[in-house]
């Protein structure tokens, strides 16, 4: 999954090895952002708590057998698998158990956006955590990337798009995101990225089941064309790929770099919400790209 760089290297993130190139920073930001239309088109016919739990519980079988497949399996010490399961919860079930849960109530552009603002949470908490420095250029950075997105969110709830009680759950998700990612740089398990990716994506599964059996029912689901597409996608694309690529940049680039290309998000999701599912985009949606693109720019560059 490496990629050698041709590219200066100040044309790289700040903190990222010369070794990683755009490339598998360019595809987890398309993985990740289009996730938000296919959950939506999923949701559709499946309760989300069953659909995340089947999600997660194929996904985790599979990526374990990549790993024993290519020969990297290896148990991992008591800590590292309580904290994989600890990080399975937080970025599996209680992050996409209540965004998804949340978006059958709002649309996917709006919950991407919302998501987006992770950076910020994530650069003001990283010192205090992690130790890492917050210069002026990435502060200046996150503040711009905060202020687009909350351009477009004032363009989304100001026309009342959008419902409160989903909004919540969004917001919930988007913390557990932060702790996870936190909580990823502070824990350092040392197992491969399949092994350790399919061990979250498998506790995700175990946390979300009872509650998935308590609260929705199979019977609801529609064995539709469009959600075994959408699911098949989530499943090799997202939880594979797209999880497999950010804990690869985020194992390697300091938490709160790592965190700032979450603000590509928005744009990406406006893009996916208009392309496939025909979801309104304003001139205050396009405005608020702006300060998004100049805020990510001095937040992922390298001081010279």
């Given at each position: 999954?490496?990629?050698?760089?041709?590219?200066?290297?100040?044309?790289?993130?700040?903190?990222?090895?010369?070794?990683?190139?755009?490339?598998?920073?360019?595809?987890?930001?398309?993985?990740?952002?289009?996730?938000?239309?296919?959950?939506?088109?999923?949701?559709?016919?499946?309760?989300?708590?069953?659909?995340?739990?089947?999600?997660?519980?194929?996904?985790?079988?599979?990526?374990?057998?990549?790993?024993?497949?290519?020969?990297?399996?290896?148990?991992?010490?008591?800590?590292?698998?309580?904290?994989?399961?600890?990080?399975?919860?937080?970025?599996?079930?209680?992050?996409?158990?209540?965004?998804?849960?949340?978006?059958?109530?709002?649309?996917?552009?709006?919950?991407?956006?919302?998501?987006?603002?992770?950076?910020?949470l994530i650069g003001v908490l990283a010192g205090p955590?992690?130790?890492?420095?917050?210069?002026?250029?990435?502060?200046?950075?996150?503040?711009?990337?905060?202020?687009?997105?909350?351009?477009?969110?004032?363009?989304?709830?100001?026309?009342?798009?959008?419902?409160?009680?989903?909004?919540?759950?969004?917001?919930?998700?988007?913390?557990?995101?932060?702790?996870?990612?936190?909580?990823?740089?502070?824990?350092?398990?040392?197992?491969?990225?399949?092994?350790?990716?399919?061990?979250?994506?498998?506790?995700?599964?175990?946390?979300?089941?009872?509650?998935?059996?308590?609260?929705?029912?199979?019977?609801?689901?529609?064995?539709?064309?469009?959600?075994?597409?959408?699911?098949?996608?989530?499943?090799?694309?997202?939880?594979?790929?797209?999880?497999?690529?950010?804990?690869?940049?985020?194992?390697?680039?300091?938490?709160?770099?790592?965190?700032?290309?979450?603000?590509?998000?928005?744009?990406?999701?406006?893009?996916?919400?208009?392309?496939?599912?025909?979801?309104?985009?304003?001139?205050?949606?396009?405005?608020?790209?702006?300060?998004?693109?100049?805020?990510?720019?001095?937040?992922?560059?390298?001081?010279?």
């Amino acid at each position: 999954m490496k990629a050698i760089s041709t590219l200066p290297a100040n044309a790289l993130p700040a903190d990222v090895p010369r070794g990683v190139s755009w490339a598998p920073i360019a595809a987890f930001c398309f993985l990740w952002s289009s996730a938000f239309a296919a959950a939506k088109i999923a949701v559709r016919d499946c309760p989300p708590l069953t659909l995340l739990t089947i999600r997660f519980l194929i996904a985790g079988m599979l990526m374990l057998g990549l790993a024993a497949a290519s020969g990297r399996w290896k148990r991992p010490a008591g800590r590292d698998l309580a904290a994989l399961i600890l990080l399975g919860m937080l970025n599996n079930s209680l992050y996409l158990g209540l965004s998804w849960s949340g978006m059958t109530s709002v649309s996917s552009a709006f919950t991407a956006v919302l998501i987006s603002t992770n950076p910020l949470l994530i650069g003001v908490l990283a010192g205090p955590v992690l130790g890492e420095r917050l210069g002026w250029r990435k502060l200046t950075g996150l503040c711009l990337g905060l202020a687009g997105v909350a351009l477009v969110l004032r363009s989304r709830l100001s026309g009342m798009q959008e419902d409160l009680h989903g909004t919540l759950l969004v917001t919930g998700g988007l913390i557990a995101l932060v702790a996870g990612t936190l909580l990823y740089k502070r824990l350092k398990p040392a197992t491969g990225l399949w092994t350790s990716t399919g061990i979250q994506s498998l506790a995700g599964a175990a946390a979300l089941l009872p509650f998935a059996l308590a609260n929705e029912s199979l019977g609801d689901a529609r064995m539709t064309a469009s959600l075994f597409w959408s699911m098949a996608y989530m499943i090799v694309a997202v939880s594979m790929g797209g999880y497999y690529l950010w804990f690869m940049i985020l194992g390697r680039a300091s938490a709160t770099s790592a965190s700032a290309l979450h603000f590509l998000m928005p744009p990406l999701g406006l893009l996916f919400g208009w392309l496939v599912l025909s979801e309104p985009v304003s001139w205050l949606d396009l405005l608020g790209i702006v300060p998004i693109a100049f805020g990510i720019w001095l937040a992922t560059r390298r001081s010279v």
